[in-house]
């Protein structure tokens, strides 16, 4: 079974930045794609960033040249930086890793942005 944990969430402020990471219990290499998802107060969960296997990216609009998702393949981990962030950022941030047969998620990571 695939383990996924995220680390790195918390209370920032308004225009701050974190980073968020997420470490994998087999190889990155073993998945076809990597991505962070959201889910805000009261909203459906949303996908934010992706990564495929190749190494090709995609991000929700409300995110794009604030955010930016990667990879460290010795560590097993994705990151997804976070810049300029904004109180409509607050959400729970999920870790989902989609292989051919089987879809895992981490257990989420608070991001509050608040001044």
């Known amino acids: 079974q695939v383990q996924l944990v995220e680390s790195g969430g918390g209370l920032v402020q308004p225009g701050g930045s974190l980073t968020l990471s997420c470490a994998a219990s087999?190889?990155?290499?073993?998945?076809?794609?990597m991505a962070w998802y959201r889910q805000g107060p009261g909203k459906e969960r949303e996908l934010v960033a992706r990564i495929t296997s190749g190494g090709w990216t995609n991000y929700a609009d409300s995110v794009k040249g604030r955010f930016t998702i990667s990879r460290d393949s010795a560590k097993n981990t994705v990151h997804l930086q976070m810049n300029s962030l904004k109180p409509e950022d607050t959400a729970v941030y999920y870790c989902?890793?989609?292989?051919?047969?089987?879809?895992?998620w981490g257990q989420g990571t608070q991001v509050t942005v608040s001044s």
């Open positions: 989902y890793a989609l292989q051919t047969n089987r879809n895992s």
């Open positions: 087999v190889s990155i290499f073993s998945f076809n794609a």
